[in-house]
C-alpha cells in the first residue's frame, strides 16, 4: 500500500507541473510565510492536557471529547475542507487504517471548519466511516492556536481554481487550519502531535498506529 506521504508528492509534482511559475510563487511564499508564524509553539503539545470540546458531527449528533475518551484513546485529526486534494487524500488514508486504529481501542474523530452539509458532503465523498466534525469559524481550532486567514493573495487564486471557501465555511469566514494530528490517551494526556504549517504535509497513519501501540 502506498504511504499518505507518497500521495501527497504525487498530487505536488502535478501542481508544479500544472500551475503557473507566478501563482506557485505566490502559494510557496504564503506557506512559508505562515510557517514563520510557528503555530505550533501554542498549540497542545506532548504531555499535554487536550482542551475539552464539544461539536456536532456530519449527521448533528453531539460528540465531546470526555465521553469518547471514556471509551478509550482518540486520533483526532484537523483538515481545511473537502475542497482541498490534500486533506480528501489524508481522510482516505485514514479511513483505510480505521480498522487498526479500532482495533487498538481508539476513536478517530476528523475537525474541519466546514459548515455541517460540506462536512456531510465530504464523508459521503469519501465513504468516511468515522465521525467528522464541524467546528464553525474554526473556533475550537482557533482556541488551539491552529488557525490562520486565507491571505487576500490566494483569495482570486482559490477562486480561479474553482474554490469557494465561502460556500464550505459561510459567508465572510476564511479562517482555517493548519494540518494537524493528535494522539490522546484515556487520562486526555496527548501522546502523538504532529502540526504543520504546510497544507501539503500531513502526518504518516502508520505512526499514529505506532503511537496508539505504545499505550495499548
Not at 59 to 85: H, I, K, M
Not at 104 to 131: H, M, Q, V, Y
Not at 159 to 181: R, S
Amino acid at each position: 500500500m502506498m504511504t499518505l506521504e507518497s500521495q501527497l508528492q504525487e498530487i505536488r509534482n502535478s501542481t508544479i507541473k500544472n500551475v503557473s511559475a507566478d501563482i506557485l510563487d505566490v502559494m510557496l511564499a504564503e506557506t512559508e510565510a505562515l510557517r514563520r508564524q510557528a503555530l505550533e509553539q501554542n498549540a497542545p503539545k506532548l504531555g499535554e492536557l487536550f482542551p475539552q470540546f464539544h461539536l456536532k458531527d456530519q449527521l448533528g449528533n453531539e460528540v465531546n471529547l470526555a465521553d469518547s475518551l471514556s471509551q478509550g484513546p482518540v486520533v483526532l485529526t484537523f483538515y481545511r475542507g473537502g475542497w482541498c486534494p490534500y486533506c480528501n487524500l489524508e481522510l482516505r488514508a485514514y479511513q483505510q487504517v480505521l480498522g487498526e486504529i479500532s482495533a487498538r481501542g481508539a476513536k478517530l474523530l476528523a475537525i474541519t471548519p466546514e459548515l455541517p452539509d460540506a462536512s456531510l458532503t465530504t464523508a459521503e465523498k469519501n465513504a468516511l466511516e468515522f465521525s467528522v466534525l464541524s467546528d464553525p469559524q474554526a473556533l475550537f481550532a482557533k482556541q488551539l492556536g491552529l488557525v490562520f486567514t486565507l491571505p487576500e493573495s490566494l483569495k482570486p487564486i482559490y477562486q480561479k481554481f474553482g474554490i469557494d471557501i465561502e460556500a464550505h465555511n459561510g459567508k465572510g469566514v476564511f479562517e482555517l487550519p493548519v494540518a494537524a494530528t493528535y494522539v490522546i490517551d484515556k487520562s486526555g494526556l496527548v501522546i502523538f502531535a504532529d502540526v504543520n504549517a504546510d497544507y501539503t504535509r500531513r502526518a504518516e497513519p502508520i505512526d499514529v498506529i505506532h503511537a496508539l501501540e505504545k499505550i495499548a
